[in-house]
């Protein structure tokens, strides 16, 4: 599974953005998307994940202005980005999580990350 992510950018407090991560390859595998970001000098953490049949999951501190949607057709996971603060800023990066058959284990995949950088 291969994953391509864009969107990113620089956007004042208070605007949007939407990311988009494509996938290709073993698409057939995903059972879970999601978004994930590091800001400098901090972990990678969950931003929000949608599964194959549509339920989503997100941090405490992006629900009611982040909504992660996907088109199944397109391979393709979305993260709509409202009312965006300071605290959002970091690298944004795709994720996508696989299961093959007869192998009992979960495979997770990554895009290269995309800047978002939002201004006070």
């Known amino acids: 599974v291969q994953l391509q992510a864009s969107g990113g950018g620089l956007v004042q407090a208070g605007g949007s953005l939407r990311l988009s991560c494509a996938a290709s390859?073993?698409?057939?595998?995903?059972?879970?998307m999601g978004w994930y970001r590091q800001a400098p000098g901090k972990q990678r953490d969950l931003v929000a994940t949608?599964?194959?049949?549509?339920?989503?999951n997100y941090v405490d501190s992006v629900k009611g202005r982040f909504t992660i949607s996907r088109d199944n057709a397109k391979n393709t996971v979305y993260l709509q980005m409202n009312s965006l603060k300071s605290e959002d800023t970091a690298v944004y990066y795709c994720?996508?999580?696989?299961?093959?058959?007869?192998?009992?284990?979960?495979?997770?995949?990554w895009g290269q990350g995309t800047q978002v950088t939002v201004s006070s």
């Open positions: 994720n996508a999580e696989a299961r093959y058959r007869d192998i009992d284990r979960t495979y997770a995949y």
């Open positions: 949608i599964t194959t049949g549509g339920a989503t």
């Open positions: 390859g073993s698409t057939f595998s995903i059972t879970r």
